[in-house]
């Protein structure tokens, strides 16, 4: 599981605490063990990229296989979370 600088920043200082808690464990729980149930695939301009519904925020991820991984793209309200 791999956290951007931005989601790190966004979950530790910029969320709410009850939100940031929420939104850790749907990534620890949910997304980290099974991504593609988690979310829903994204179309364009997102193609690749995965939407993981937490209340009113989205956790938007993009699943790497060739390392076996899931990289946490974002963590935003949903008015927000679609926009470049």
């Known amino acids: 599981m791999l956290l951007s600088r931005r989601v790190r ?10 939100v940031a808690a929420a939104a850790l464990e749907t990534i620890e729980r949910t997304i980290a063990t099974n ?6 695939p994204l179309d364009e301009p997102f193609d ?3 939407s993981a ?3 009113t925020y989205r956790i ?15 963590t935003r309200h ?6 470049p």
Do not use: C, M, Q, W
Not at 9 to 18: G, Q, T, W
């Open 9 to 18: 920043r966004n979950v530790y200082e910029d969320l709410p605490l009850d």
């Open 35 to 40: 991504p593609r149930r988690a979310g829903k």
């Open 48 to 50: 690749g990229y995965y």
């Open 53 to 55: 519904r937490r209340g």
């Open 60 to 74: 938007i991820f993009k699943i790497d296989e060739t390392k076996h991984a899931v990289e946490i793209h974002s």
């Open 78 to 83: 949903r008015r927000d979370a679609y926009r």
